[in-house]
Structures are given as C-alpha cells and as structure tokens.
DNA sequence: GTCTATACGGCGATAGAC
DNA sequence: GTCTATCGCCGTATAGAC
C-alpha cells in the first residue's frame, strides 16, 4: 500500500491519484466528489482507484490526512516549543496566513468535513501526536504556564490559555474558511482578497498583541 | 408555493418538510443528504417532497436562505443601526453566542454551503441587503465613519474597517464552525463546550475592546 | 394533497483481458 | 499495473391511483 515502482513514466500513477483525489474532494467536497471526476483529473482509469485505495472512503481519509496534517502540523510545533509568546504568536499567524494564502481552500474542507464525519476529530488529534510527539493537552499546559508567568510580571493582561488559543486561530483561519462570503461583502476579486491578507498580515500581530498588553 | 391551507392536522406539510430539510441538510451536509431520509424526518411520503418543492436543488436552497437569514439577518441590523460602537461590538458578540449556542452547526454548514456552491455567496449578500435594506458596503462605510470619529477623538487606535468587522466576526463564528475540532483539542465534551462558550461571553468582549483601547 | 409504484440514470465496485 | 466492460444498488424524479 506504500510501496512506489519506480516503473511509471511521469509521477506514480499512486501519487497522481492522490494529488488528482485532494483537488477533486476539496472543489466538489467529500460527498459530492466522484471517483470518474478523480480518475479523469488524474489521467487513469476509475478502477485503478480501486486498485490503489480500495474505496473511495480510504481514498478520502488520505487526503483529508494530507490535508489536515500540511495545516495543522507547523502550528502545533510552533506552539509546543519553548519560542517567547510574543513569537509565537508572530509566528503563528505569519504561518498561517502564508500557508492559506497557497491553499485558501483547505479551511473550509476541514470545517466540512470535522462536522460531516465525527470520526474525523480523533483523526485529526492522532495525527497532531504522532506528527509533533506532544498531545495538545500539553501544549495548553505550556501556554498557560508561559501566560501566568508574563501576567504575574505585569507584562501582560490576564487570559485563560484555551481563550488565547482559539482567539488566534480563530483570527488566522476564519477569514479563508468565509473566503468567498467575505469577497462577497467586502466586494473583493480574488486579486482584492490577496490584497486585504496582505494587510491583515500587519494589521492582526498588532491587533493581538494590543489587546494583551497592559 | 407560499400558499397555506389550514386543512392538515398539525403543521403543514410544507412546513414539516422544510423543518426536517433543515435537519437532515446540515447534519449530512448538501450532497451527501438524501431525500428519503428528510421524507421520514418529516413523517411524509418521497414524493410529497417534490410536489412541494419540485427539486432537492430548490430544497436545499430554501434551508441554506433559512439558515443564513437566521444567522445573519440581526448582525447586519445591529451594525447597520447608529449605536455607538463599543456598544455594537457588545451586541454582536452577545447575539452571536447566544444564537448558536442554539444552533451550533450552522455556521460550520454555511460555510460548506458557500465554498461548494459559488452562487450561494451572491443569494447570501442579497438576503442581506433585502433583510436590512442596506448593502454591506454602506455598512462598511458607516463602521469606518465611527471610527474615523473615535481615532480623532484619540479614543480608540486605528484599525481599517474591514479588519475591524472580520477580526470580530472570526471571534465569534469560527469557535462553533470548528466545534469538533475544538472539542477534540481542549478535550471538552457537550457541557465543557457550553461552559466554553459561557467564559467566552465575558472573555471575548473584553479582549476585543482592550485590543483597540489607547 | 398524499400515497404506491416505477422509470431512469449514475455511481461505487469488481471481473477479467492484456 | 492498467485497461474495458459490466454488475448491482441507490437516488432523484415522475406517473398515476385514491
């Protein structure tokens, strides 16, 4: 199931599909996505999608996998590290707003399919773990250590580490996941969107980090 | 289509299967919904689907107006209104929390809707302005006047109005839309997630008023 | 208005040739 | 390893009885 031949011409056939398989679900979403549409994309047969994943539900768990893990992997090492908190949230959202800016899609996939498919959360927490050897709980723990510290030195307003935490995600991913509501009420083309995270690449480290300070 | 006749025992059967659409969309999701099971949710026959609403096409469209229209109707109006602009930033985050405390699923659904459907952003952005009777770029404009205002009278830092509006939608919205997600990372099951939220209410307008305080 | 029965197409999956 | 052909089911939609 891993195993690659160096035999094919271009790309593996494997790695075609797969690469074809991450666009196709993303545009049409999981259950909306069809294997003929894969097969097409990737320039092979539909029953060599069989052949590789066996279904279009292992296929599917692959590239939500790839996906979630390209997203989610850098943040949680960001954040496990023992950087200032002040870096880390620079980098953070230096992190993300880079990475979506590649792949504006991959918020709203993942919203999508952590509410469709509630297995998908477990999923996702394992894959944290095993990618930076440290659960999540801990990563928590740190960042409340570290908050307690600068508040105790009146460097820094008071806030539980879970608030802290989903405000910045909050701010570095919701803006994709609304991306084509926000074009809409912000009347932005695609060059208008990249324009406006330009900006928000500035303004929201400022933004944060004011609202911390004392 | 709009009539009603005050034959049927309890509801209409209209309504009951647009109440059971509702349900069976968002929890499947669009594509993947079927529409037997909305027929069984709302205790009627397949067929009386399509004598209501001709296709699933237009089904889905009504729930998504639905949806959207509850979500986002009352933020449109708050910020439209000529209250002061702490007091906005209060409101919204109290109507925000308070709605989908009740209705957690929806913004992870409108979210969906919009990314796999491009139209559903322009029948969104129209609802809004024939809700409120204003366009969101006048909404827009107004916010930027307030704090134009404030900024001048040294009040309030600067911030453009469009990061302004995201920064505080983001904080409101994205915690629900990744509820599974969030659960998994803080290890909160229901009540936790209540509990939550129940914190963020006070949390949340504090850091987003300390954020552009001088 | 509401039901039963059915047409019709599409989709995931497999068999089997090469 | 990759293809063609096909199976069998399921889903939307419609016809027609009541």
Redesign the interface.
């Known amino acids: 199931m891993v195993k690659k031949k160096a035999k094919s011409p271009d790309a593996d056939a494997e790695q075609r599909i797969l690469d074809a398989a991450h666009v196709v679900f993303v545009r049409?979403?999981t259950?909306?996505a069809r294997m003929q549409e894969i097969a097409d994309e990737a320039g092979v047969n539909k029953a060599l999608l069989h052949y590789y994943f066996r279904s279009k539900d292992r296929l599917a768990l692959a590239v939500f996998q790839r996906v979630a893990g390209a997203v989610f992997g850098r943040i949680a090492q960001v954040l496990a590290s023992d950087a200032e908190l002040e870096e880390k949230v620079r980098g953070i959202i230096a992190i993300y707003l880079d990475q979506f800016s590649k792949t504006p899609?991959a918020p709203?996939?993942?919203?999508?399919e952590?509410?469709?498919h509630?297995e998908?959360?477990?999923q996702?927490?394992e894959m944290?773990s095993r990618t930076t050897g440290a659960a999540?709980?801990q990563m928590?723990a740190l960042l409340q250590r570290q908050i307690d510290q600068r508040v105790r030195a009146k460097t820094m307003?008071e806030?539980?580490a879970?608030?802290f935490f989903?405000?910045l995600?909050?701010?570095c991913?919701?803006?994709f996941?609304?991306?084509?509501?926000?074009?809409?009420?912000?009347?932005l083309d695609d060059a208008g969107f990249r324009e406006?995270i330009q900006?928000?690449k500035v303004?929201?480290p400022r933004?944060?980090l004011?609202?911390?300070r004392i």
């Open positions: 049409r979403g259950a909306g899609y709203a996939y993942v919203i999508s952590v509410n469709l509630p998908r959360a477990s996702f927490l944290i999540p709980v928590l307003r806030i539980a879970d608030q989903t405000n995600i909050s701010l991913v919701f803006p996941a609304a991306k084509p509501l926000l074009c809409a009420v912000l009347q406006y900006r928000r303004a929201l933004f944060y004011d609202a911390l």
